[in-house]
């Protein structure tokens, strides 16, 4: 409004009054006060500016200047108190003198809508014409303004009117008894904005009017920011209602409206209070209003809001991606750390790890179901034993672990825009829960194996590197990364010797990804293995031109094919070298010409390799023989099975045809244990497409006293036969074999801590048993996570060896 700005009125200075040695102050003064008062009254068109100008001139030359001054400031002060104060009390109606809400309920909000604007109307209308008229003033006392006040540090006469207009009618009472103006004002204020607030809209021009008019006074007359009447008094106040309203509202909210609800208010809220100070109050305020609000709303609520029903974990449940992104982008604006909705998360994932492990405990551990077959009256099997049974359960918990890390991956990508710290405090949360799995490390390695075996089977090439990556992922938060290695070995050593893997470039393709993750020392016997593959088959070609240079190759001699295994780098209890109790199995029985094949190639041997020794296994090896069946559509079949089915098959050759051989019988000629036994039998007297033998008494289980012959009756209308092993699938361990594995792990780990504790120390010299318990964890923990009171043992183990010396203050020194 062009009326509160100075104006840019100039004068020339009239020449010096020859006389001014007789001049009449009180004359002058008359002049000018009647001048003052037709420009208070709008009636100052006829006015002579310069001839005033002149007037006010003369007085300062006349050395009159405080004087002058004085009386412009009571005439001032004078007419504020006199004319303008009066007119605003005439606007102070009773429903602008309820003080707080007592009485509200008799007043409408029209009513005090109305009466607030009045009054605020009537003050804007006092201060523009009190910054007009001293605009005005100014201009006829400039000369007073140059020469008289810088000298006598006194402020400037528009600035004192100004100062009159705080202290004469903001600082003053309207009326006796009553509050200062400026103090209904601020009420007047805050009325209107939590009338705006609840849905009445207010007048904005005429508070940010008098908002202006606070800005533009001082509490004094330094002129300093924080002195401002807005910075003094009314902010504060703004401040302290605000909190008051918003901590209500809060706490209303949270009783009536549901999470999302609430997070969208806040919201709201949010970018009113934003939006009201921008426009409305002062721009200043904006920052200090908007941490009240959430302040009041998001930090005393926001534990509140993520426990509730509706809250956090519904949101992740119901997957409500937007309202998860509103709850995290509130609690950011009060704690960057986002502590609650961290917490939530970890519960909500802790939780669903839970219950996987549970459920999967359940189904593994459920008996078989069987039903009965109408047919034929026997019972039958509806579902996989209860080893296959174990297997689908680790292959259930796989699935539903690689399923949450993809609903909470999509939770942290949609909901949480990537945020590095929500991100990684999810990702442990989820490693925790891998983790809290005492079994978590075997039915990964059963994950793998299933995929190996079956699962990457017609799958694409960027499909298996898929199945692949899931693996790793797991694998990355796994901490017993060496129990897992234990299990991988096993599964990758039968997988290779069993011909049960479906592709040799995706095993080798996992144990890249997987050095690439670990390290070179975790995979390198893994690929020993298939070294030790390569170097058996040029063996095996080796001991062939062998055979010829020695006159042992003829036409009826059978073909070896020998893999010759490195000791140290195979698992040797996946051959099960040793039976329950850990002592030795007893040797295989093998016919004569499987005797002597297996006699030429230790002799081949032996001339190549002096000093080493051979141990034949033939629990992993297999067979391919052919077998007479007169009355099956191919007379002559090709029968590829283990060698202990190939043991078994040839003790017929050797008996009259229809006669029995017992269990027993067959154990005692071939020496293979009676578990293995069982299950080679099944296979070939009980399963309906290999059934090579006849079983008495015919059932499903095979019993010592059973009794088995050579089944002259069989039929196929294959010529090549594959028999399958009973059992031969993927098995989870027992109770008591897991406690075995635990067992060597244990003991593995103890020689790892040692050689990690004898590395830092020869490098060291000396350490303190802090850094040297932090080092040993740094240097094992891709392997492991290291115990702290096993690492303590390897310590005092070393020491009594005289490896380490204790020394004082919780130090070791390393001895030579």
Known sequence: MSALHRGKTKFRPPKRSPNISNFDFEASWRILEQAFREIHTKNASDLSFEELYRVA??????????????????????????????????????????????????????????????FLKALKQAWEDNYTCATMMSDVLMYLDRAYCPADRRASPFFRSMCLFRDQILHSPARPDFPTILDILIRVVLDQIEMDRSGQPMDQYLV?????????????????????????HLEPAFLRETSAFYR???????????????????????????????????????????????EEMIRHQIKGVIQMDTGAAAMVEEQRHDELRLLFELEARVDKARPELTKAMWKCIAERGAAIQANVTAVAQAPPTTTEDRESGKAKATAAR??????????????????????????????????????????????????????????????????MKKGIKDKTESEVDETLEKAIILLRYLNDKDVFETYYKRNLCKRLLLKKSIS?????????????????????????????????????????????????????????????????????????????????????????????????????????????????IGIMGDADIRAHFPKSRHPVHEINCSTHSMLILLLFNKIPQGEWLTFEDIQARTNIPANDLMRNLQSLAVAPKTRFLVKEPMSREVRPGDQFKYNENFTSKLMRIKVGVVSAGNKVESDKERQETERKNNDSRAFAIEAAIVRIMKQRKECSHTQLITEIIGQLTRQFKPDPPMIKKRIEGLIEREYLERMDGSYYKYLA
């Open 504 to 616: 040799i470039e995706v095993e080798k393709q996992m144990i890249s990804r997987i050095k690439l993750e670990l390290g070179h020392s975790f995979t390198l016997k893994m690929e020993t293995m298939f070294k030790d593959l390569a170097l058996s088959e040029e063996l095996t070609n080796s001991h062939k031109a062998w055979l010829v240079a020695n006159n042992k190759d003829h036409r009826k001699r059978p073909d070896l094919s020998v893999k010759v295994l490195t000791s140290m780098t195979w698992p040797l209890e996946a051959f099960r070298t040793t039976d329950s109790e850990g002592n030795q199995r007893p040797t295989l029985i093998f016919p004569p010409a499987v005797e002597q094949l297996r006699t030429d190639f230790t002799s081949f041997y032996d001339s190549r390799h002096s000093g080493r020794k051979l141990t034949w």
């Open 208 to 232: 940010r009017s008098n908002i202006l008019m606070l800005e533009a006074l001082y509490e004094s007359d330094d002129k300093k920011d924080d002195e401002r009447l807005y910075t003094k």
């Open 248 to 294: 209500a509202e809060g706490e209303r909210l949270l009783q009536e409206c549901d999470a999302g609800s609430y997070c969208r208010k806040v919201h709201d809220r949010i970018r009113q209070e934003i939006v009201r100070c921008q426009t409305t109050l002062s721009p200043t305020s904006t920052g200090s209003i908007q941490r009240v609000v959430e």
């Open 57 to 118: 001139y003369n007085a300062v030359l006349a050395k009159l200047g405080a004087r002058l001054y004085d009386r412009v400031v009571d005439f001032e002060a004078a007419w504020l108190r006199e004319h303008v104060r009066g007119q605003i009390a005439a606007k102070l109606t009773p429903p602008l003198m309820v003080d707080g809400h007592q009485g509200r309920p008799m007043i409408t909000d029209g009513e005090r809508l109305h009466a607030g604007a009045s």
């Open 386 to 451: 209860a080893s296959n049974q174990q297997a689908l359960a680790a292959l259930a918990w796989v699935d539903e672990m690689l399923k949450l890390k993809d609903r909470f991956d999509a939770i942290c990508q949609i909901s949480f825009a990537s945020d590095q710290g929500m991100t990684g405090s999810v990702n442990r949360s989820i490693a925790d829960a891998i983790n809290d799995f005492p079994r978590a490390a075997e039915y990964i390695s059963l994950f793998i194996d299933d995929n």
